[in-house]
């Protein structure tokens, strides 16, 4: 039996020896957003955000060994999962507040689950975007009402500048992560999945910053208490794996990856230790890899996928976990918004192994 130890210093705190080193010390609010959150976001978002399909491929079963379901949030409102979040953060907000308007910074789903969520919500958005975002993001951000100020992620910090605004417009800030009522919305996509199909043996979750990742944990913890969750990252950026080995928050140089939605610096300080507590593994894959699993979705499947939005796939395409015979596995498709002249590039790229 497990001793969850108690204590009483400024705040409730406790540690749980079997997900955590026994000298890390977490308080109550590192314990939030809990499976009621999801609940409550559900709840928001019924009627609101698309329930999006859950499709199967008897070709890709074959392939590796497995029941696999596909949880296909390119066919989400904005293209993403991010509208599940976006949403459920500024319906929370007060009236107040979002006549003050929203403020956001994304290299693109983000950015348009904002601006539309925004919209529907009756709030003013400005967007900060990197200049090499894909341009059908940038058009897409427009395009549902949101002002749009680039920055090179290169060299500028897309925190700070902001920050800058928010100080000098009392603009509300819309993180693309770090953020309870985010992850929150985001966990909505797993928590239809299983409603859907059951309990899973796994679930591989794309992953940039962490919020999907830990959303989705936060419902299996709710819904299927032993099925493994994985986050699978690009191997180029691989910060969250790093931190995840290392017990604390590691901090990367700009990757570069064809992922362009999990090319983040660092795990959030709030998707972070939910991950430590309910995820079983980090994983990543190759761009190569992405590449053959975006035409894997596209010849067999006939469906975009946008390269962030293979990355769970490709890790079960590509035997990055051992799998059993017949287990059943979910993986989170995160999006499909890609410029086409971009994806119809990747798609005439040669690969190696197995396609389709």
Not at 211 to 225: D, E, V
Not at 258 to 284: N, S, Y
Request: with cysteine; proline share 4%.
């Amino acid at each position: 039996m497990e001793r969850y130890i108690v204590c009483l210093l400024r705040a409730p705190v406790f540690y749980c020896p079997k997900h955590l080193n026994p000298l890390t010390v977490m308080t109550l609010e590192s314990l939030k957003p809990t499976y009621a959150d999801v609940c409550l976001a559900s709840q928001r978002l019924a009627g609101v955000a698309h329930r999006t399909p859950v499709l199967t491929s008897q070709t890709f079963n074959d392939m590796v060994g497995a029941q696999v379901f596909f949880k296909c949030e390119q066919f989400q409102r904005g293209g993403a999962f991010k509208f599940r979040g976006a949403y459920n953060a500024i319906a929370a907000l007060t009236e107040l507040q979002r006549a003050a308007g929203v403020l956001a910074y994304s290299s693109g789903n983000h950015a348009q689950g904002v601006a539309l969520a925004a919209r529907l919500l009756g709030a003013k958005a400005t967007i900060i975007m990197p200049s090499d975002a894909p341009e059908s993001k940038v058009k897409a951000t427009r395009g549902y009402g949101a002002e749009v100020i680039h920055y090179d992620r290169a060299t500028e910090d897309r925190t700070a500048i902001a920050l800058d605004i928010q100080k000098r417009t009392g603009m509300v800030l819309v993180p693309p992560f770090d953020d309870h009522n985010i992850i929150s919305g985001q966990a909505t996509a797993a928590k239809e999945l299983f409603e859907e199909v059951g309990e899973l043996d796994a679930l591989m979750v794309c992953l940039g910053g962490g919020g999907l990742l830990a959303g989705s944990a936060l419902a299996a913890s709710g819904l299927s208490s032993t099925c493994k969750v994985y986050g699978v990252e690009p191997e180029a950026g691989n910060d969250v794996q790093q931190s995840f080995k290392s017990g604390s928050i590691v901090r990367i140089d700009p990757p570069q990856s064809i992922a362009d939605g999990a090319l983040t610096l660092a795990v959030g300080e709030k998707t972070f230790p939910i991950i430590q507590r309910l995820v079983t593994d980090i994983l990543t894959v190759t761009d190569e890899q992405l590449i053959q699993t975006m035409k894997f979705f596209a010849e067999r499947m006939n469906t975009v996928v946008e390269p962030t939005g293979c990355l769970g796939a490709a890790a079960v395409q590509h035997g990055a976990i051992q799998i059993k015979p017949n287990q059943r596995i979910g993986v989170i498709v995160s999006g499909g918004n890609v410029d086409l002249l971009t994806y119809s590039r990747y798609l005439s790229m040669p690969t190696k192994g197995v396609t389709a």
